[in-house]
T-cell receptor, first 116, second 116 residues
């Protein structure tokens, strides 16, 4: 079975400061990892993914994430937060060996609040 | 390219009724997945269809069913609605592996179902 943990329900950060949203995962075999963002009354918007290769993945809107296999983590980061980054962030995982299926398992989400 | 579209956006039904939700994937995408999002259970995978065949199924009762048509459009049906079925139902489509962005899922805005 695959699972994702996002230990923080909410993260508060001042605008201009770096932000980190934490994610750890459990999956059989190699993981495919994803970050999505959700704004109020909207669907999920893809930010970035790790499939293979470099552990540091760069995505949309200045976000990046670092894959750490030994710690089974995939933390989302941004060097300088904006008020407009305030939203609900989801980490998701699927195993590489799923017979081609696209079933994603999501974490519970982390509400990011960026204040002036 | 147009994004994933879902209809209707909002729906109010009574317990015991049935409902059908529709999803049109991004042009060229053959995989369509459905997710249920609730405050209590978070995002949960319902099922995935690929080339008109169900490829994956989540842990939901048989009241939840789906299908995919030859043009990749998908519908999901919930029969004998219960209060607990009130949720945001999200549809996502994925490109095939032989594309520049395999594995990514692109989400629609969702259908907000309220059961009274």
């Amino acid at each position: 079975a695959q699972s994702v943990a996002q230990p923080e329900d909410q993260v508060n950060v001042a605008e201009g400061n770096p932000l980190t949203v934490k994610c750890t995962y459990s999956v059989s075999g190699n993981p495919y990892l994803f970050w999505y963002v959700q704004y109020p009354n909207r669907g999920l918007q893809f930010l970035l993914k790790y499939i293979t290769g470099d552990n540091l993945v760069k995505g949309s809107y200045g976000f990046e994430a670092e894959f750490n296999k030994s710690q089974t983590s995939f933390h989302l980061k941004k060097p300088s937060a904006l008020v407009s980054d305030s939203a609900l962030y989801f980490c998701a995982v699927r195993g590489a060996l799923t017979g081609g299926g696209n079933k994603l398992t999501f974490g519970t989400g982390t509400q990011l609040k960026v204040e002036l | 390219k147009a994004g994933v579209t879902q209809t209707p956006r909002y729906l109010i039904k009574t317990r015991g009724q049935q409902v059908t939700l529709s999803c049109s994937p991004i042009s060229g995408h053959r995989s369509v997945s459905w997710y249920q999002q609730t405050p209590g259970q978070g995002l949960q995978f319902l099922f995935e269809y690929f080339s008109e065949t169900q490829r994956n199924k989540g842990n939901f009762p048989g009241r939840f069913s789906g299908r995919q048509f030859s043009n990749s459009r998908s519908e999901m049906n919930v029969s004998t609605l219960e209060l607990g079925d009130s949720a945001l139902y999200l549809c996502a489509s994925s490109p095939t592996l032989r594309t520049a962005s395999p594995y990514e899922q692109y989400f629609g805005p969702g259908t907000r179902l309220t059961v009274t």
